[in-house]
């Protein structure tokens, strides 16, 4: 017997929350024309549909340069984090005395020292990356480390029984167990490093030619102009959307076969 | 003919390795940071191509005894001989171990977990590749190279772990409770599966195997072993040492007499060594 279409678990991944989102930008739509809510208070959806039709090209252009931040400081995030990670897993001294600073680079926020950043470094497309990078890196240093170190105790009794190597226990034991570990902190990562694109230009708030979405969205504060805000913002949040469902993807060609996080 | 453990004691001055001991544990103690001991003076030899059960309750220092003969724990005094040798790398013995989980790495297929100890040795896949399918052939999973341990039953993993530890052709097959985690029906069967395997490697006029078989279960030692050692927990002693003399092991085996005897026999022992309080588990 086939099963309807809405019974289809894939389907109805893609529908049931179109239709959410649907139902929210129709009451959203409602509500605005119901209580004739000001344009420069909250716009329309279809308002911000017609902005993102006029403004595209425009906030297209400042969108490739925040794209090319974050993809520099995820680049840089990834191969920095896994360095460290193997680094740390070494030993144990190693590891305590430095993680504790990779916390701090976790926990200063990056809205505070953005500014001496742009200070000391010259070229804005370099502080900027630098900025972002600090944001991104420590979930791929933490996921990582985590994931170098849980290794099934009994497959390690076997390596050693065996008269494996450190290099064959790293490359056949710990990196493949470390994977999912690795692939979750890109996750959260690749998130981070679009925020920390966006705020880094916040402050920084460097215009002209190299500017990006963060630069636009303040400008359309300045000009109370919110429909193209709100524009920005549909940009941003879609470029997060894609860049979290790309390493869902990688994770899921990458552990498809063995891992349970990724099994049907 | 039943030897008692007193009279091995009275053996000591000839306790040493001779030519056919290939594991020898002397006056070996374990003692814990936390204060549990572990293990308390026991000597134990393993003869090359025994088939010996090391049987007991919990915590009686069976599996540390195992993990030393293993080269993965030290003692805390005493000593243990590799074929006279202090340590198993210097005495060229080969010793292989199955866990008490099949512990199979789940990111490959079964023909290269299998091929995971050749290829930490560095064999070349030409010469490796035949050894692994001989492997799975002798424990019943020819066709299964190419599945991922996932797709496999609890038993089906259990024979790649053990295919896995016979590839490399060992003198020495450790194994710590490898089948407590399998339903009764899949544990009889590996267990007659796994007497057979260990009669065809003795029987021919190659390498000898020998076989350490950690278990708490009475009658699979009986089933399996040449001879069971039995032990006992607080501190962690051996209190029996007996042999099983019948020859074939089959299900009229389990059926017989004699198993039935040995048995009740070991079962007697057990409750005395254990001043009337056993705790099963």
Redesign the interface.
């Known amino acids: 017997m086939k099963t309807p279409l809405i019974q289809n678990p894939k389907v109805m991944k893609i529908v049931a929350p179109a239709l959410v989102g649907l139902f929210l930008l129709v009451t959203w739509q409602v509500l605005c024309m119901a209580f004739k809510v000001p344009i420069y208070l909250v716009p329309k959806p279809t308002d911000v549909a017609t902005t993102l039709w006029t403004d595209g090209p425009s906030l297209l252009g400042a969108l490739a340069v925040t794209l090319k931040i974050t993809f520099l400081a995820f680049g840089m995030a990834v191969v920095l984090g896994v360095i460290a990670a193997f680094l740390f897993v070494q030993s144990r001294v190693i590891e305590t005395s430095l993680f504790p600073y990779a916390i701090l680079l976790q926990v200063t926020p990056v809205v505070a020292i953005a500014p001496l950043i742009i200070i000391w470094v010259k070229d804005p497309t370099i502080a900027l990356v630098f900025c972002a990078t600090l944001v991104a890196l420590f979930p791929i240093i933490s996921n990582t480390v985590l994931g170098l170190r849980s290794v099934?105790p009994?497959?390690l009794?076997?390596?050693?029984?065996?008269?494996?190597t450190r290099w064959?226990t790293l490359v056949?034991?710990r990196i493949?167990s470390a994977?999912p570990y690795f692939f979750g902190g890109l996750r959260i990562s690749s998130g981070l490093a679009l925020i920390g694109a966006v705020v880094a230009e916040f402050v920084a708030g460097t215009g002209g030619t190299g500017a990006g979405l963060a630069y636009q969205i303040m400008q359309a504060g300045f000009q109370i102009n919110i429909p193209r805000l709100f524009a920005a913002l549909v940009l941003i949040s879609l470029t997060g959307i894609l860049l979290f469902s790309l390493m869902a993807w990688l994770a899921r060609i990458s552990l498809a076969?063995?891992?349970e996080s990724e099994m049907a | 003919m039943l030897m008692k453990y007193s009279e091995i004691e009275e053996d000591v001055a000839s306790f040493a390795a001779d030519a056919d001991t290939v594991l020898l544990a002397n006056r070996v103690e374990k003692t814990y940071p936390n204060g549990t001991h572990a293990l308390d003076e026991v000597r134990l030899r393993i003869q090359r191509g025994d088939f010996v059960s090391l049987l007991g309750p919990s915590g009686c220092g069976k599996s540390t005894l195992l993990k030393m003969y293993?080269?993965?724990e030290a003692p805390s005094h005493g000593h243990l001989r590799w074929l006279g040798a202090d340590s198993p790398?210097k005495s060229g013995l080969k010793?292989?171990?199955v866990?008490?989980?099949a512990?199979l790495?789940?990111?490959?297929n079964i023909a290269t977990n299998v091929r995971?100890?050749l290829?930490?040795?560095g064999v070349p896949k030409a010469e490796s590749e035949p050894r692994v399918q001989r492997a799975l052939e002798a424990v019943g999973l020819g066709k299964f190279g190419a599945s991922?341990p996932?797709e496999l039953s609890g038993g089906m993993q259990m024979r790649a772990s053990i295919a896995r530890a016979l590839v490399?052709e060992p003198d020495v097959l450790l194994m710590d409770e490898p089948f407590g985690a399998l339903d009764e029906f899949t544990r009889n069967r590996l267990d007659a599966d796994l007497r057979a395997l260990w009669s065809q490697r003795n029987a021919g006029g190659g390498k000898p195997l020998a076989v350490v078989f950690v278990t708490h279960s009475i009658y699979e030692a009986v089933f399996l072993s040449s001879r069971v050692v039995m032990m006992a927990a607080r501190p962690g002693r051996i209190v029996a040492d007996l042999p099983i003399p019948e020859p074939v092991r089959d299900d009229e085996f389990r059926l017989s007499m004699a198993f039935n005897e040995h048995c009740r026999d070991l079962s007697a022992r057990l409750l005395a060594a254990s001043g009337g309080e056993l705790e099963h588990d």
């Open positions: 099934n009994g497959l009794n076997l390596f050693r029984l065996n008269g494996a064959q056949r034991l493949p994977l076969h063995w891992h | 293993a080269g993965l790398a010793i292989a171990m866990f008490q989980e512990t790495m789940p990111w490959a995971l100890p290829d930490l040795a991922y996932r490399t």
